[in-house]
Protein backbone atom coordinates (compact mmCIF):
# COMPACT_ATOMS: atom_id res chain seq x y z
CA UNK A 1 0.00 0.00 0.00
CA UNK A 2 1.11 4.05 -1.11
CA UNK A 3 0.80 6.53 1.62
CA UNK A 4 0.77 10.07 0.72
CA UNK A 5 1.66 13.21 3.54
CA UNK A 6 1.40 16.58 2.13
CA UNK A 7 3.56 19.15 4.05
CA UNK A 8 3.66 22.87 3.58
CA UNK A 9 0.43 24.28 4.90
CA UNK A 10 -0.41 27.07 6.54
CA UNK A 11 -1.77 30.66 6.89
CA UNK A 12 -0.91 33.09 4.40
CA UNK A 13 -2.02 36.74 3.20
CA UNK A 14 -3.60 37.63 0.03
CA UNK A 15 -1.62 37.94 -3.07
CA UNK A 16 1.36 36.17 -1.28
CA UNK A 17 2.97 32.46 -2.06
CA UNK A 18 3.37 29.52 -1.01
CA UNK A 19 4.79 25.84 -1.70
CA UNK A 20 2.93 22.58 -1.24
CA UNK A 21 4.95 19.04 -1.28
CA UNK A 22 3.85 15.56 -1.26
CA UNK A 23 6.13 12.61 -0.22
CA UNK A 24 5.26 9.31 -1.12
CA UNK A 25 6.26 6.05 0.26
CA UNK A 26 5.13 2.59 0.47
CA UNK A 27 4.78 -0.22 -2.54
CA UNK A 28 5.51 1.98 -5.33
CA UNK A 29 5.48 0.66 -8.68
CA UNK A 30 5.17 3.45 -10.87
CA UNK A 31 4.40 7.17 -10.49
CA UNK A 32 2.31 7.95 -13.74
CA UNK A 33 -0.08 11.03 -12.50
CA UNK A 34 0.13 12.77 -9.25
CA UNK A 35 -2.15 16.29 -8.85
CA UNK A 36 -3.69 18.09 -6.47
CA UNK A 37 -7.47 18.97 -5.49
CA UNK A 38 -8.76 21.06 -3.29
CA UNK A 39 -12.13 21.74 -0.89
CA UNK A 40 -12.89 24.71 0.46
CA UNK A 41 -16.25 24.98 3.28
CA UNK A 42 -19.44 24.51 1.27
CA UNK A 43 -18.07 23.10 -2.09
CA UNK A 44 -16.70 19.99 -3.69
CA UNK A 45 -13.17 19.10 -4.21
CA UNK A 46 -12.10 19.85 -7.42
CA UNK A 47 -8.97 19.60 -9.82
CA UNK A 48 -6.04 21.86 -8.62
CA UNK A 49 -3.12 20.92 -10.98
CA UNK A 50 -2.01 17.55 -12.61
CA UNK A 51 1.12 15.94 -13.78
CA UNK A 52 0.90 12.90 -15.77
CA UNK A 53 2.32 10.74 -18.29
CA UNK A 54 4.98 12.10 -20.21
CA UNK A 55 5.10 15.26 -18.24
CA UNK A 56 1.78 16.67 -19.12
CA UNK A 57 0.33 19.41 -16.58
CA UNK A 58 -3.56 20.32 -16.41
CA UNK A 59 -4.61 23.09 -14.14
CA UNK A 60 -7.95 23.70 -13.11
CA UNK A 61 -9.37 26.94 -14.36
CA UNK A 62 -9.77 29.31 -11.37
CA UNK A 63 -5.52 28.54 -11.24
CA UNK A 64 -3.85 28.41 -14.26
CA UNK A 65 -1.15 30.91 -14.48
CA UNK A 66 -1.10 31.01 -10.43
CA UNK A 67 -0.25 27.56 -9.67
CA UNK A 68 2.88 25.24 -11.27
CA UNK A 69 2.89 21.65 -10.77
CA UNK A 70 6.02 19.42 -10.63
CA UNK A 71 7.25 16.38 -9.43
CA UNK A 72 10.75 14.66 -8.45
CA UNK A 73 10.31 11.01 -9.51
CA UNK A 74 13.17 10.06 -8.16
CA UNK A 75 12.10 10.61 -4.51
CA UNK A 76 8.43 10.19 -4.68
CA UNK A 77 7.24 13.55 -4.26
CA UNK A 78 4.82 16.50 -6.27
CA UNK A 79 5.51 20.16 -5.40
CA UNK A 80 2.79 22.85 -6.43
CA UNK A 81 3.92 26.18 -6.38
CA UNK A 82 1.26 28.61 -5.56
CA UNK A 83 1.29 32.71 -6.14
CA UNK A 84 -0.99 35.72 -5.96
CA UNK A 85 -3.23 33.71 -3.40
CA UNK A 86 -6.35 35.06 -2.56
CA UNK A 87 -9.16 34.20 0.03
CA UNK A 88 -11.01 32.11 -2.87
CA UNK A 89 -7.59 29.70 -2.76
CA UNK A 90 -8.71 28.71 0.88
CA UNK A 91 -9.25 25.26 1.24
CA UNK A 92 -7.88 21.71 2.14
CA UNK A 93 -5.43 20.84 -0.18
CA UNK A 94 -4.96 16.49 -1.20
CA UNK A 95 -2.49 15.13 -2.69
CA UNK A 96 -3.26 12.33 -5.00
CA UNK A 97 -1.69 10.05 -7.01
CA UNK A 98 -2.30 7.05 -9.64
CA UNK A 99 -0.27 4.22 -10.34
CA UNK A 100 -0.47 2.04 -13.43
CA UNK A 101 -2.54 4.57 -15.85
CA UNK A 102 0.19 4.80 -17.95
CA UNK A 103 -0.22 1.08 -19.34
CA UNK A 104 -3.57 1.61 -20.33
CA UNK A 105 -5.25 -1.03 -17.83
CA UNK A 106 -6.39 -0.90 -14.15
CA UNK A 107 -4.57 0.85 -12.06
CA UNK A 108 -4.39 2.09 -8.26
CA UNK A 109 -5.26 5.34 -6.80
CA UNK A 110 -4.46 7.18 -3.24
CA UNK A 111 -5.00 10.53 -1.62
CA UNK A 112 -3.09 12.03 1.01
CA UNK A 113 -4.92 13.36 4.09
CA UNK A 114 -5.00 16.96 2.80
CA UNK A 115 -3.54 19.91 4.03
CA UNK A 116 -5.47 23.23 5.27
CA UNK A 117 -4.16 26.52 3.46
CA UNK A 118 -5.70 29.78 4.80
CA UNK A 119 -5.35 32.63 3.01
CA UNK A 120 -6.94 35.84 4.74
CA UNK A 121 -5.32 39.36 5.83
Known amino acids: QVQLVESGGGLVQPGGSLELSCAAS????????MAWYRQSSGKGRELVARIGCGGKEVYGDSVKGRFTISRDGAKHMVFLQMSSLTPEDTAVYYC???????????????WGPGTQITVSS
Open 26 to 33: GDIFSMDV
Open 96 to 110: YVEMGSCLGSAYFEY
